[in-house]
């Protein structure tokens, strides 16, 4: 493997220059030296601007990425979530294996070339389009193992279990069906995973009860119990007041009260949404080392609400953010909406800090989604240090707001000012994914993309 040479790069102590970083043959950083002399006749290689750990997303569902653009026309004035997961369901029907791995190959390739280095497939559409298992139960969230290896991306897949309508036990809904796995079917799925993984240092299986309006708590927290206690979980929780109110007419309780008390949750476990808490819920989260998985532009498409994540900071929380719905991708634009919304809700500035810090809010930001993002997806991801996987972007610098910026105020440039992605290069691995702004196997990705949204709207 080559050894880079950075003139400036975010490291664990902070921002360096002149930095070399040397990588081994598996991928995994060996070494990084601040302050080094770029050495003659070595093959070291000059990055040609600040380098960055790679950004984890935490929260996608790839097959959406079909209707991005196609539910923004209003049908009725009291358009919301809900009609808007009638739409997505259309969606959903037209997809099947050979289109999952068409829209999934380029979409990987969009989030690469964003600086997304790894992602977490939260994955629920498991049977054909008459409800029944594939041949192989895992076969589509094989696609999605096979279509990540391709194009060079992390990959940390969440299969779903999702058994039921809402919390009265409702069965499922026709347009559900494709999405139905009990706890049987699920651990069949994870078991034929571990085949499809073998050999690969970029992936890992996790799983995901969808929501506790499609899984009963006592489910969730069976699951949890009979599988290693480090397993990567993921959950839909509390994205919708109307959720919130029929998990208390149902159980008594609000949604992250009532998995907080009955589910082992912990530093494994990441809360998707969880935008509609109350204080204490707040600090039980913290308290558990979950992290919570903010989608802010997916949430404010959805029109879900807005997360408290000022309070949330101040007790501790960890947080990291996904790209969800898909509708775009832009780990720069997360970021900045997240903050944008706060300062909305309370009319004031600078507001993604614990009450009692001060600083750069780009930074933060950014430093904390790729701790929390990296702690949520299970991988060794998120550091320029030595025994991390070697995954990195390097920004330009002629897209920043601040050409000439140092330090955080880099971050703050590329979060909140400039235009258009502001990175260039991306490594996975030790591997060059994309080159100034290109994926090698972009063209034919988006042909078959195209071919296939084509069959996804017939
Ligand atoms: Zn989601």
């Known amino acids: 493997m080559p050894s880079l040479f950075a003139p400036t790069a975010l490291l664990p102590e902070g921002w360096a220059r002149n930095v070399r970083i040397d990588i081994g043959e598996d991928g995994t950083i060996l070494a990084v030296t601040p302050d080094a002399i770029l050495p003659l006749g070595e093959r070291v290689e000059r990055l040609a601007g600040p380098a960055v750990p790679g950004m984890a997303n935490l929260h996608s569902h790839a097959f959406q990425r079909a209707m991005a653009g196609l539910a923004e026309k209003r049908r009725d004035p009291s358009d919301s979530f809900w009609t808007w997961r009638e739409a997505m369901y259309r969606a959903a029907h037209g997809v099947g294996p050979d289109e999952l791995s068409d829209i999934a190959g380029f979409l990987f390739i969009e989030m690469l070339k964003a600086?997304?280095?790894?992602?977490?497939?939260?994955?629920?559409?498991?049977?054909?389009?008459?409800?029944?298992?594939?041949?192989?139960?895992?076969?589509?969230?094989?696609?999605?193992?096979?279509?990540?290896?391709?194009?060079?991306?992390?990959?940390?897949?969440?299969?779903?279990?999702?058994?039921?309508?809402?919390?009265?036990?409702a069965p499922l809904e026709p347009a559900q069906r494709r999405f139905a796995a009990d706890e049987e079917r699920l651990l069949r799925i994870l078991e034929s995973l571990r085949w499809h993984g073998r050999d690969q240092t970029t992936l890992r299986v996790g799983l995901a009860p969808h929501s506790l309006r499609a899984v009963p708590v006592e489910i969730v927290r069976h699951i949890a119990s009979v599988?290693?206690?480090?397993?990567?979980?993921?959950?839909?929780?509390?994205?919708?007041?109307?959720?919130?109110?029929?998990?208390?007419?149902?159980?008594?309780?609000?949604?992250?009260?009532?998995?907080?008390?009955?589910?082992?949750?912990?530093?494994?476990?990441?809360?998707?949404?969880?935008?509609?808490?109350?204080?204490?819920?707040?600090?039980?989260?913290?308290?558990?080392?979950?992290?919570?998985?903010?989608?802010?532009?997916?949430?404010a498409n959805l029109g879900d609400g807005v997360f408290p994540l000022g309070a949330f900071l101040t007790t501790g929380g960890r947080f990291g953010i996904g790209s969800d719905s898909n509708v775009a991708l832009n780990p720069w634009e997360e970021l900045r909406l997240l903050e944008y919304g706060q300062r909305l809700v309370h009319g004031r500035r600078c507001l993604s800090l614990p009450e009692d810090a001060d600083g750069s809010v780009g930074g933060a930001i950014f430093r904390a989604a790729l701790s929390g993002g990296a702690a949520a997806l299970g991988q060794p991801v998120g550091v320029i240090a030595p025994g991390f996987r070697a995954d990195l972007a390097v920004l330009d610098r002629l897209k920043l707001a601040q050409p000439d910026a140092e330090g955080d105020d880099i971050l703050d440039s590329a979060i909140f000012g400039g235009s258009g992605l502001p990175v260039r290069d991306v490594m996975v691995a030790g591997i060059w994914r994309?080159?100034?702004?290109?994926?090698?196997?972009?063209?034919?990705?988006?042909?078959?993309?195209?071919?296939?949204l084509r069959r996804v709207a017939a």
């Open 227 to 299: 599988l290693p206690e480090d397993t990567t979980i993921h959950i839909h929780v509390a994205e919708q007041e109307r959720e919130v109110e029929d998990c208390i007419a149902a159980t008594g309780a609000r949604p992250v009260e009532l998995l907080m008390m009955e589910a082992p949750v912990g530093p494994s476990w990441c809360l998707i949404h969880a935008t509609h808490v109350e204080h204490e819920e707040l600090a039980d989260i913290a308290a558990s080392g979950a992290i919570a998985g903010l989608c802010p532009i997916t949430e």
């Open 434 to 452: 994309v080159r100034d702004g290109r994926h090698p196997g972009e063209e034919a990705a988006r042909g078959r993309f195209v071919a296939a």
């Open 115 to 169: 600086g997304y280095t790894t992602v977490g497939e939260f994955h629920y559409l498991h049977n054909d389009a008459h409800g029944a298992p594939y041949a192989d139960p895992a076969e589509m969230s094989a696609r999605l193992i096979h279509a990540s290896a391709d194009i060079g991306i992390g990959l940390t897949v969440l299969p779903v279990l999702y058994m039921r309508a809402g919390f009265d036990n």
